[in-house]
């Protein structure tokens, strides 16, 4: 259903209890039951130092989705962290 398209740079953030994630960035094509593409998103594949890892995607408007998130509250409490902490490293950079 997905098409890797480009592999991005692996980045680090590191949240504000010191915890530090490495991730990489690609771009993904959704698409939809006829073929076609619906959406072209970025995929983030998330790893932190013990080995735990996450996948997050994000629109060009700036909106995240989880798609493969379990009902699993401490999950989705760290993916709600990691998600400020690389928008708060994006607005660095570009400002």
Do not use: C, H
């Amino acid at each position: 259903m997905r098409d890797q398209l480009k592999t991005a740079l692996g980045k680090q953030v590191v949240l504000d209890d010191g915890r530090k994630f490495q991730y990489v960035i690609y771009m993904v094509e959704v698409m939809n039951a006829l073929g076609a593409v619906a959406a072209v998103l970025k995929e983030y594949l998330i790893t932190s130092e013990d080995g735990s890892s996450y996948k997050s995607y994000k629109t060009k408007e700036g909106n995240w989705y989880d798609l493969d998130v379990q009902n699993n509250p401490p999950e989705q409490i760290i993916l709600q962290r990691l998600k400020r902490a690389i928008d708060a490293q994006v607005n660095e950079v570009s400002e």
